[in-house]
């Protein structure tokens, strides 16, 4: 990667021309996506959507960080600030949306999927999957990135930069995973309990970006200063399109997922009602059963209507 400070002046263009490496997210995107298609491959029927979501988070967590994106990380607030949004909260969903844990259940032999049935019900995985739990693993991140020294870190260290890349889209699985419920998880909670927390997602963003646009603190400033870039917007400047960023881009990135939980929301009410219904129905079934059986034990021990035997009413019936 280039020096921050040796980088041409930005240009939009950037995001598809200008490229760069980052060795560790592109090895493990290389085996992600070649040990999921061996699995797809293994399984058979598939669904193509799964894979089409998973392929394609993966080629937003290499755009994210090879594109322009990468090449001026460290030179923009304002294109940290989008890294953030998208490695935090895009990328994990669309490979949650893969369903890559249920994929891997599916082509393990019996005793590789006891030992991941067994992992996914310890207690760290109920920990970590608890509801409470995840969403501070979502929220809490960024207000420490931004607020402590870490994120002068991830700009002036190679580890930092690295650590960067990686553990946002970790955290954010951790969110996403139990949140959809595609895949295994160590506990199922009620779905209508995730779009509630959905929305307190929504308030956290949100002042985090107030914090960015109207705290009057300019985050990691001697750092940006030193760059003396002669180009493009001021430090205060680059900042607040920073902090819309991450606000407005948030927003929209969240919508698929919420429209997936209402989608979730609907296809399980709809199997839980088939399901009751189908339950409903065999009972009745049985019972019917249950009568005629009855009836026919009361006719083969010679029992019969009262009304064939009384003497008024039995020449009606042939008696």
């Not at 460290?74 to 990328?91: E, G, I, K, S």
């Not at 870190?153 to 419920?181: C, D, K, M």
């Not at 001697?222 to 607040?240: C, H, V």
């Not at 005629?292 to 083969?300: F, I, K």
């Amino acid at each position: 990667m280039p020096h921050p400070a040796a980088v041409a002046p930005w240009h939009w263009s950037a995001l598809a021309d200008t490229w760069t490496l980052e060795p560790a997210v592109a090895a493990l995107t290389v085996l992600l996506a070649g040990g999921y298609l061996v699995g797809v491959r293994r399984r058979g029927g598939w669904p193509w959507y799964r894979t089409t979501a998973f392929l394609g988070g993966l080629a937003v967590w290499v755009w994210t960080t090879g594109s322009g994106l990468g090449v001026y990380e460290r030179v923009l607030f304002a294109d940290r600030a989008v890294q953030l949004v998208l490695l935090l909260m895009l990328v994990p969903l669309l490979l949650a949306l893969g369903a890559p844990v249920s994929l891997l259940a599916d082509t393990l032999p019996a005793a590789g999927r006891e030992r991941l049935r067994a992992a996914l019900g310890g207690r760290v995985s109920r920990v970590l999957m608890f509801p409470l739990v995840s969403t501070v693993l979502l929220v809490v991140p960024p207000w420490l990135l931004y607020f402590t020294p870490l994120y002068r870190e991830t700009l002036t260290s190679t580890a930092g930069n690295i650590g960067f890349h990686l553990l946002l889209v970790l955290l954010g699985l951790l969110y996403f995973w139990p949140r959809l419920q595609l895949d295994p998880v160590a506990h199922e909670y009620p779905l209508l309990l995730s779009v509630v927390i959905t929305f307190v997602e929504v308030v956290f963003d949100a002042a985090l970006a107030l914090v960015l646009l109207y705290g009057g603190h300019l985050v990691a400033e001697p750092y940006y200063a030193s760059l003396a870039r002669d180009w493009g917007p001021s430090l205060a400047r680059d900042q607040f399109v920073g902090g819309n960023a991450i606000w407005i881009l948030g927003d929209v990135v969240g919508l698929p997922f919420l429209v997936a939980l209402i989608r979730r929301l609907i296809v399980t009410g709809r199997a839980e009602t088939a399901a009751v219904d189908a339950a409903l129905d065999a009972a009745e079934q049985a019972r019917v059963s249950d009568h005629e059986a009855s009836d026919g034990e009361r006719a083969s021990d010679g029992e019969r209507p009262w009304w064939l035997d009384d003497p008024n009413l039995r020449h009606r019936y042939g008696g």
